[in-house]
């Protein structure tokens, strides 16, 4: 029986070497049809940066990748560059806020102070009646 289940498994694993044998180019290809097909939507969305570097040359992958990476680092420091300046005008805004409530309420409480008091003197006061 032993020589009947290793031939069995011999069997199995040709079969399965087989199948990754001719299952591999296949993969292969699928992989080298997404990159391109990837890489030239690349180039397809950063066309105009492309024709300001290279106009009349024929772009190789590899300068399409290292042209993409140059774009985005730039998109990235710009982005960086705004969310700096975003974050210094907001402390800039709540500065100022802080300084106009302090300004605006200084003399709004002495006034409401000053009316509560009167209010309270027994001479100006009358009592209030509904009829």
């Given at each position: 029986?032993?020589?009947?289940?290793?031939?069995?498994?011999?069997?199995?694993?040709?079969?399965?070497?087989?199948?990754?044998?001719?299952?591999?180019?296949?993969?292969?290809k699928l992989r080298r049809e997404r990159?391109?097909?990837?890489?030239?939507?690349?180039?397809?969305?950063?066309?105009?940066?492309?024709?300001?570097?290279?106009?009349?040359?024929?772009?190789?992958?590899?300068?399409?990748?290292?042209?993409?990476?140059?774009?985005?680092?730039?998109?990235?420091?710009?982005?960086?560059?705004?969310?700096?300046?975003?974050?210094?005008?907001?402390?800039?805004?709540?500065?100022?806020?802080?300084?106009?409530?302090?300004?605006?309420?200084?003399?709004?409480?002495?006034?409401?102070?000053?009316?509560?008091?009167?209010?309270?003197?027994?001479?100006?006061?009358?009592?209030?009646?509904?009829?």
């Open positions: 029986m032993a020589p009947t289940i290793t031939a069995a498994m011999t069997k199995s694993q040709d079969h399965l070497t087989l199948t990754h044998k001719l299952r591999k180019p296949l993969v292969e990159i391109n097909s990837s890489i030239e939507q690349l180039k397809s969305l950063l066309g105009p940066e492309f024709l300001k570097q290279h106009p009349d040359s024929k772009l190789e992958k590899a300068d399409i990748l290292e042209m993409t990476v140059c774009v985005l680092r730039r998109l990235q420091q710009q982005h960086q560059q705004q969310r700096r300046l975003l974050n210094h005008c907001n402390k800039l805004q709540s500065s100022s806020d802080e300084n106009l409530r302090e300004a605006d309420f200084s003399p709004l409480s002495s006034t409401v102070q000053t009316s509560i008091t009167k209010d309270k003197s027994p001479v100006n006061s009358a009592p209030w009646r509904p009829w």
